[in-house]
């Protein structure tokens, strides 16, 4: 399932340290604008407890988690929707992706260069937000010139889509983003149509130094206080600590954790919230050969997720067997599981529910 999670934000905010720790690579990571031109691409393990859980109980040969991709894209500076810094290469970068985390300095570090000077999180914000914004600004004037003309011949999707973009253009000019308008059903879709930057979902990045990894600080609140009006969530994360963390076993790792106060990474709550802001959830199979976890888009069906492990399950599918994680642990097997009623047959309407632990039946 090709959804990405884009890391941007302003140079030398820690953009390629955290995307070193997220895949455990090594990227550039310098002291200067731009030491990332072209966007890394890493496919990241999802963490989930659960998964080990059914391991315990079905000890399988093989334990394969789920995953996902981020994606490095270079420092954005001011400008950058007018093409300064290599914006316009940037943006584009931006569009391919389906989230965007947007890393914020939150930390005072004298030996490391920000680009305007000084260390203020709203105006590092407001930075990128108004280069989005001004990209999508241009878009969105040029459709809602052209379909105007074409509304006054009163077509109807014509009609409807001239009062979407106007809905947007507004925003845009007011300084929002597009993910703020309020559009009816019908008008929805002229608007995904055009890919707008504001229109992705964001989660901000407060990265922060190792002292504040386990508490936040100042910085932290600020950044809170925007994501709020925004409707985002934030995560608190320290870069370095993390690109430390990658380096160490499982042993040691918790040890250091449990030296910092902290009871999880921060990289591993990026990592899970970033999946959530993309809408995905996570079925399971399970069986002696193998336990493995599977992404689904939330909301499919039943036939849907079957096509994710294969497409011969998908155009063969019969039905889905199916009892959710909480009831098997619970029960401790599946034969139990079956005893007690909670084992169930499902058809190809049914929704599948995270932590789903499921057998497809299919004939082609």
């Known amino acids: 399932m ?70 490095d894209i270079a420092g954005i500076v001011k400008g950058a929707s007018k093409g300064e810094g290599l914006g316009n290469k940037f943006l584009a970068n931006i569009r391919e992706v389906d989230a965007i985390c947007h890393v914020v300095r939150c930390f005072n570090d004298g030996n490391i260069t920000h680009v305007s000077g000084k260390i203020d999180p709203a105006e590092d914000i407001e930075t990128i937000n108004l280069e989005l914004i001004l990209a999508d600004l241009e878009s969105v004037s040029k459709r809602y010139e052209k379909v105007t003309k074409m509304a006054k011949s009163k077509d109807h999707d014509a009609v409807v889509e001239a009062e979407a973009m106007k809905k947007v253009k507004d925003a845009l000019e007011a300084g929002q983003s597009a993910r703020t308008v309020d559009l009816t059903e019908e008008e929805y879709p002229f608007i995904k149509q055009m ?39 934030v995560v608190v994360v320290s870069a370095k600590i993390e690109e430390e963390l990658a380096t160490l076993d499982e042993e040691d790792r918790d040890m250091f954790l449990e030296d910092l106060g902290m009871e999880q990474s921060g990289l591993d709550v990026l990592i899970q919230q970033a999946y ?23 909301g499919m069906r039943a036939p849907q997720a079957a096509g994710v492990i294969h497409s011969d399950f998908e155009r063969g599918f019969i ?11 619970e029960l401790g097997s599946t034969q139990a599981a079956k005893e007690h009623g909670k084992y169930r047959s499902e058809g190809k309407d049914y929704v599948v529910q995270d932590g789903d632990v499921m057998l497809f039946r299919f004939n082609v």
């Open 276 to 298: 959530t802001l993309l809408g995905l959830e996570t079925f399971f199979t399970a069986g002696e050969p193998e336990v493995r976890a599977w992404t689904f888009r939330k």
């Open 2 to 71: 090709a959804l990405t999670a884009g890391i941007v934000g302003l140079p030398n905010v820690g953009k390629s340290t955290l995307f070193n720790a997220i895949t455990k690579s090594t990227v550039e990571a310098a002291n200067y604008p731009f030491a990332t031109i072209d966007p890394n691409v890493g496919v990241v393990e999802v963490p989930d407890e659960r998964l080990d859980k059914l391991s315990d109980l079905y000890q399988p040969k093989k334990t394969i988690p789920t995953t996902f991709e981020f994606t």
């Open 195 to 233: 890919y707008l930057l504001t229109m992705k979902p964001v989660l901000y990045v407060a990265n922060v130094q190792e002292d504040d990894a386990a508490t936040g600080n100042d910085y932290v609140e600020l950044v809170r206080d925007i994501a709020a009006q925004d409707d985002a969530e």
């Open 319 to 329: 039905r889905a067997e199916t009892v959710s994680y909480d009831d098997l642990i």
